[in-house]
Nanobody, 122 residues
Framework: QVQLVESGGGSVQPGGSLRLSCAASGSIFRINTMGWYRQAPGKQRELVAALTSGGSTNSADSVKGRFTISRDNAKNTVALQMNSLKPEDTAVYYC????????????????WGQGTQVTVSS
């Protein structure tokens, strides 16, 4: 089993900044992709940004130039620096990781954190 623990959500005024962090622990052989999704009320969960172990980044057009994803492979952590926040960034943000574990064989699964609320409002 793998656990993802998030931290760093909160409330901020438009134009402000927040930093989200996520740490993975448990039975980890390798973390393939690690990133962030968000879900606003009444909307589907969507990709914010994700980073592969090789350093390739995939991010939503709506956050490019404002959000930066970073990863520490040695510590199994991923962070999301969010700048110039807008009210439409308000959502629950979820950490996601595709993890390969060795359980007698190599098993690859997607794991989710519990979610952290980000609210952007004046």
């Amino acid at each position: 089993q793998v656990q993802l623990v998030e931290s760093g959500g909160g409330s901020v005024q438009p134009g402000g900044s927040l930093r989200l962090s996520c740490a993975a622990s448990g039975s980890i052989f390798r973390i393939n992709t690690m990133g962030w999704y968000r879900q606003a009320p009444g909307k589907q969960r969507e990709l914010v940004a994700a980073l592969t172990s090789g350093g390739s980044t995939n991010s939503a057009d709506s956050v490019k130039g404002r959000f930066t994803i970073s990863r520490d492979n040695a510590k199994n952590t991923v962070a999301l620096q969010m700048n110039s926040l807008k009210p439409e960034d308000t959502a629950v943000y979820y950490c996601n990781a595709e993890v390969t574990s060795y359980v007698g064989y190599y098993d690859t699964r997607a794991y989710w954190g519990q979610g952290t609320q980000v609210t952007v409002s004046s």
